[in-house]
């Protein structure tokens, strides 16, 4: 790839975050109100896209956004104000904007005629305002004429890949540019700063159409250089972004009065996505190779061996932080993402005939962007059926005793190491009844079933079920569920529905920050090795039998300090065999909380400590399994499972025959009471 090559894409890349920023910002538009920060904004969004296209001579961008940019100019002033169908406009001209960026970057020319009914409406905006005079713009008066030119770039303007050649090419197509370059500045080699920024340019362009039309090639890059304009007609400066003094440093530096002090800017680089990816799987390489040698020498080092432990110490910690680090950088906020939703409420709503309102909460919870690229199509569906089969129709709310405008809410926030997105609505809600005899119809259950309300709710994961009366070209509540069900799953995680009916309904998704490493403790069951998230453990207990219940349903609760809660026991639940292995003589009960709050009791044979694991995926390898999240390379080679909490905690209790293993007392007895016996941990209970 040569060098123009680079600065197309990054002018690419920089178009996809404007273009984003725009449909943010202009969603919120409303007729009858002057947001000025919100029309600046869409405004240099425009400005931008075509101060870029013109420097790359993409001809049909440019002619399009300098239209656009007019009326821009135009709301941006209070020249005119929006009226009613004015914001739909600009949405509509923001996509048309968007397809041809997508046009020039693909290579392919975009449809003949593509722009033309937008351009007409645009245009048909500049004409009179409704007193009949004509709209006067806050720009200066332009006159064309000859101009002298003196640009010094800072070494920022380098950083955020900009190129002097770029605009120098954009100045010769205004008029007759001649330059000249002073290199003065430069210092001897031996004190070159790569990064730096040493030339200065003076250049003379005659036959320029007007000095506005210079600015506007400046005006990408105008805090990043300092920049002298004069009219050789009258020797007056018409323009001076920043003036450099005798010391050649700008006036804003300075901190004359009446100069604004430029405000401090993040330094940030563009990094493939590729290399960040390829740098976290050689992280995660060096974890276990880390994890890997200290298994090995931990055979060799005992306490004698205090410095070599320290350097292992040291390693560890070392590598922790390096993993941490790596990690972060694929850590991104969840607003770009968030901020696609408003305009696809607010087209919705329109079709819909539906008054909606989107709230947005935990915009910067900062999830792995391997999550957040798999995320928008699951939300898009769960947000249109909110809107087409959750809310009710304004006549109907008001019936109901519900204000007019419903309400769509999304949310997000960490919890026990994972991430809960939300999506509710204020609607209907589902009705347990229509939704039982929908299934019962549907052959999904039997005739006379009794199910739990959550059982009764999770039908509406299932292919094909649906309670709609009729099938939208918007959504059908259940028609394409089970596919974002399996789709969430994919990602290590799950999605859970609680609904009232007459009040709404919450779709709820868990999902893991990241899908790279993980924080563990690792337990022995029959001789096998697990990983449990240690961010979901609570505490480990060994309990007496006295503590213990027998279900009817086969099986086993447990009660500490007035909670009562349901035991899984790992050996049972993961189909294990203690042929020839030795029982232990306490068995430990693990408490750990899931997703939404809920206490469950594993049951291992041992903990054997806490380790930081690497995650690889079970279903792109093999396939997926019930309680099983993932997969891990330990210290010893070995690939160890990762236990899904929530998956094990969802499994139906083993009613397996035969003979169990009992839970011991503390001298090794075993208890003799006369009472059930639990067929799931094979423990006589009081």
């Not at 009914?117 to 905006?125: K, P, Q």
């Not at 199509?377 to 405008?405: F, S, V, W, Y």
């Not at 926030?413 to 229509?434: A, F, M, Q, T, Y």
């Not at 969430?488 to 609680?498: A, E, H, M, N």
Request: charged share 25%; net charge negative; hydrophobic share 40%.
């Amino acid at each position: 790839m040569n060098e123009l090559d680079q600065f197309r894409q990054t002018f690419f890349e920089e178009c996809d975050e404007l273009l984003q920023r725009f449909e943010a910002v202009a969603t919120t538009l409303a007729a009858g109100e002057h947001d000025v920060e919100g029309l600046n904004d869409i405004f240099r969004t425009v400005h931008s896209i075509k101060a870029g296209a013109g420097a790359f001579r993409f001809s049909r961008l440019v002619t399009y956004s300098h239209e656009f940019e007019n009326v821009m100019d135009l709301l941006r002033a209070g020249t005119r104000m929006l009226q009613p169908g004015d914001p739909d406009i600009i949405v509509q001209a923001g996509d048309i904007l968007a397809d041809l960026v997508n046009a020039a970057r693909s290579g392919v020319e975009a449809p003949v005629g593509l722009e033309d009914d937008m351009l007409a409406t645009l245009r048909d905006m500049l004409g009179p305002v409704d007193d009949g005079e004509t709209p006067e713009t806050s720009d200066p008066v332009e006159k064309s004429g000859d101009f002298r030119i003196k640009f010094r770039p800072h070494a920022s303007m380098y950083a955020s890949a900009n190129e002097p050649q770029l605009l120098l090419s954009a100045l010769a197509s205004l008029g007759d540019l001649t330059t000249e370059v002073d290199c003065s500045a430069i210092p001897p080699l031996a004190k070159l700063e790569p990064e730096g920024s040493y030339l200065t340019w003076t250049m003379v362009l005659r036959g320029a159409p007007s000095d506005q039309a210079i600015r506007e090639v400046f005006e990408f890059v105008e805090d990043d250089c300092d920049l002298e304009i004069t009219s050789l007609d009258d020797a007056a400066p018409t323009a001076e972004l920043q003036a450099v003094g005798e010391t050649g440093e700008s006036s804003a530096s300075l901190g004359g009065p009446g100069v604004k002090q430029a405000a401090p800017q993040t330094t940030s680089i563009r990094v493939d996505l590729e290399r960040v990816d390829r740098l976290v799987d050689m992280v995660g390489e060096l974890v276990i190779a880390q994890a890997m040698a200290l298994e090995s020498l931990s055979e060799f080092i005992d306490i004698r061996h205090v410095r070599q432990l320290q350097a292992l110490e040291d390693l560890t910690l070392r590598t922790r932080h390096l993993q941490e680090g790596v990690m972060a950088v694929r850590m991104q906020p969840l607003k770009a993402l968030f901020a696609r939703f408003p305009r696809t409420v607010r087209d919705l709503s329109k079709k819909l005939g539906k008054d909606v309102r989107l709230e947005l909460e935990g915009e910067s919870t900062e999830v792995d962007r391997t999550i957040i690229e798999e995320l928008s199509d699951p939300l898009t569906h769960m947000i249109r059926n909110c809107m087409d089969h959750g809310l009710e129709t304004p006549e109907e709310r008001l019936e109901a005793g519900k204000p007019e405008q419903g309400v769509v809410k999304l949310t997000a926030e960490h919890r026990n190491g994972r991430i809960l997105i939300r999506v509710s609505d204020d609607g209907r809600g589902l009705n347990p009844e229509k939704m039982l005899k929908k299934a019962v119809e549907n052959g999904l259950v039997k005739e006379g079933a009794e199910l739990s309300k959550e059982e009764i709710e999770a039908l509406i994961f299932m292919p094909g079920f649906s309670t709609a009366n009729e099938v939208s070209d918007v959504s059908g509540r259940g028609v394409g569920m089970d596919v974002v069900r399996r789709n969430i799953q994919k990602l290590g995680g799950r999605v859970t529905l609680d609904s009232t009916f007459g009040k709404g309904s919450t779709f709820t998704l868990a999902l893991p920050l990241t899908l790279a490493v993980l924080d563990g403790m690792l337990v022995d069951v029959a001789g096998e090795r697990y990983v449990v998230p240690l961010s979901t453990i609570l505490e480990t207990v060994c309990p007496e039998p006295n503590q213990l219940r027998a279900m009817p349903d086969g099986g086993t609760v447990m009660a500490i300090r007035g909670e009562t809660m349901r035991l899984v026991d790992l050996c049972d639940a993961l189909n294990l065999s203690r042929d020839g292995k030795p029982e232990p003589l306490r068995k430990l009960v693990v408490i750990v909380e899931t997703e939404f709050g809920r206490h469950v009791g594993l049951i291992v044979d041992e903990l054997l400590g806490q380790q930081q694991v690497v995650i690889k995926s079970l279903e792109a390898n093999y396939h997926a399994v019930s309680g099983v999240a993932g997969t891990a390379i330990l210290g010893d080679g070995r690939v160890r499972l990762i236990l899904d909490i929530d998956g094990l905690a969802a499994l139906p209790p083993r009613t397996s025959a035969g003979p169990q293993p009992r839970l011991e007392n503390e001298d090794g007895r075993q208890d003799q009471q006369e009472n059930s016996t639990d067929p799931t941990l094979g423990v006589q209970s009081a």
